[in-house]
């Protein structure tokens, strides 16, 4: 079993920065997939980046260039760095992960979910 922690998220004025952080623990070997999600009040859970254990990123199109994801294999810790943060991505931050790789990177099928971390944009 492996849970996961999400912190970081907090109030924060339209063009500032934030960085989320996911602490993984318990069976947390061979994790080859752990991505990032949010889901704003009323709409769907959205994927936002993930990183694969070779390194391979991708990110949503709207945090494209703006969001940087990131891992600490010391700490066992995952990060999402937001940079321009715009009302728009006002939403609660999930971090997951997964044992299996997946030929698709977008998925939301994850072995495991976070709890969410709150993260409100302000105008």
């Known amino acids: 079993q492996v849970q996961l922690a999400e912190s970081g998220g907090t109030l924060v004025q339209a063009g500032g920065s934030l960085r989320l952080s996911c602490e993984a623990s318990g069976s947390i070997f061979n994790l080859h997939m752990m991505g990032w999600f949010r889901q704003a009040p009323g709409k769907q859970r959205e994927f936002v980046a993930v990183?694969?254990?070779?390194?391979?990123?991708r990110y949503a199109d709207s945090v494209k260039g703006r969001f940087t994801i990131s891992r600490d294999n010391a700490k066992n810790t995952l990060y999402l760095q937001m940079n321009s943060l715009e009302p728009e991505d006002t939403a609660v931050y999930y971090c997951a992960a997964r044992h299996s790789r997946s030929v698709d990177l977008y998925t939301q099928q994850y072995d495991y979910w976070g709890q969410g971390t709150q993260v409100t944009v302000s105008s």
């Open positions: 990183m694969v254990t070779a390194g391979r990123t």
